[in-house]
């Protein structure tokens, strides 16, 4: 995409404190309607880079958190994009209403809870988590919305495993009108025990490419058309579309021309029932272990079904007999003993996809808005196997 013809866009950093979210929110109705300069808002923990040239009609410019291989864009999103998002959400859920602001706002999630504060006219309640994130503080910021508007949540996965370890949590959750939840593969047990406690979860699927979430529950947003091809790859397409990548030459590849309209070629694997979108995981999350192919996302999912399964990851760790060692990474004691998990796994997908390793953590490492960051994850796996470190367990 050209970026020449067009002005310097205003640099703020971003983060979820309050005086980030004020000064975005200052700036953001003159950048979504087009009359003040776009915003790049920025990692605070990286070093503030120069302000890029943003076209005309574009009100941010959005980093990607990077995927599986590590890379990373600039991403372009118009006001117009932004704005029908939001107001596609709304009418989604229950109209317009109060957001609890606790993701970081140079990320996609968090920036479009600002947005739609922007189009329904309310003020955020803002969580500072930059120190951590706590279910009791979040309680709190949920019991300062306004009573008399709908209450909206938007958080990640991790943030959602934990909030439901904590009762109080749990409880000021029930009263409000929505949760999305999204970023990240959700497991169906926490999702289950969420909903089992009265907690409106919500699922959403997007990207910064599309201006945050676009399926909701699986099913697009107003607007926003699906399709799966052949080879069980997710397009997505609609006015939510960014306008593309400011940094790259990568839209040729992306963003392309299907039968007169603009597509975004993602690079998740789906499945389509009757209009209603099921995503199986990453294209390229497939382990090769001694000749055959393993789903990571499946292997996930059905660790997920295990009692006090918690915050769980499967990668590929080489390996000079198999190739590649079918490996969870699993937060601390969530999961038992590698044993019963190779038999869950075998019992639910077949022999060859039970795990041959498994390493416990502290906690998972992150990338961007509590996705789990798999190259590190990877890496660090394959160090405690290699050391023959007591944390790490492996077929013998």
């Not at 958190?65 to 117009?80: F, I, K, M, P």
């Not at 140079?106 to 279910?135: C, E, I, K, W, Y």
């Not at 409106?200 to 107003?222: A, Q, S």
Request: proline share 7%; aromatic share 2%.
């Amino acid at each position: 995409m050209r970026s020449q013809d067009g002005h310097p866009a205003t640099v703020l950093p971003g983060g979820t404190g309050a005086r980030a979210v004020a000064a975005v929110l200052t700036a953001l109705p003159r950048a979504l309607e087009g009359s003040g300069p776009a915003l790049r808002v920025t990692d605070p923990q990286v070093a503030t880079p120069p302000a890029p040239v943003a076209p005309e009609g574009v009100a941010a410019l959005v980093a990607t958190s990077g995927s599986t291989s590590g890379t990373g864009h600039l991403v372009a999103l118009d006001g117009a994009g932004l704005v029908a998002s939001a107001r596609a959400t709304s009418a989604r859920l229950s109209g317009p209403g109060q957001w609890v602001a606790c993701l970081p706002v140079h990320h996609v999630a968090g920036l479009q809870v600002l947005v739609r504060s922007v189009v329904a006219g309310t003020d955020p309640v803002v969580l500072d988590t930059s120190a951590g994130f706590r279910p009791g503080d979040l309680a709190a910021a949920v019991r300062r919305l306004r009573p008399d508007v709908p209450g909206y949540l938007s958080l990640v996965p991790t943030q959602l495993a934990r909030v439901m370890a904590d009762d109080d949590a749990v409880a000021a959750l029930r009263g409000l009108a929505a949760v999305l939840v999204g970023g990240a593969r959700t497991s169906g047990a926490l999702l289950g025990a969420a909903r089992d406690a009265g907690v409106p979860v919500v699922t959403t699927y997007g990207m910064t490419e599309t201006g945050g979430g676009c399926v909701y529950d699986g099913v697009p947003l107003d607007g926003v058309d699906v399709d799966v091809d052949a080879d069980g790859r997710i397009w997505l397409a609609g006015p939510v579309l960014a306008r593309g990548y400011l940094d790259d030459s990568a839209d040729r590849d992306t963003f392309q021309e299907r039968d007169g309209r603009r597509w975004l070629r993602t690079n998740d694997r789906g499945s389509l029932d009757g209009g209603t979108l099921t995503v199986l995981g990453r294209l390229d999350d497939v382990v090769v272990t001694g000749g055959l192919n393993v789903s990571a996302a499946a292997v996930e999912q059905a660790l997920g079904e295990l009692p006090g399964a918690g915050e769980a990851v499967v990668v590929g760790v080489p390996d000079e007999h198999w190739g590649a060692l079918v490996t969870v990474v699993v937060a601390g004691d969530d999961l038992p003993a590698l044993g019963p998990v190779r038999a869950h796994v075998a019992a639910r997908l077949g022999r060859h996809h039970a795990p041959r390793a498994l390493v416990r953590l502290p906690e998972l490492p992150l990338r961007g808005p509590g996705k789990v960051d798999r190259l590190a994850a990877a890496r660090t796996a394959a160090g405690l196997l290699a050391a023959a470190d007591p944390r790490a367990e492996r077929m013998p």
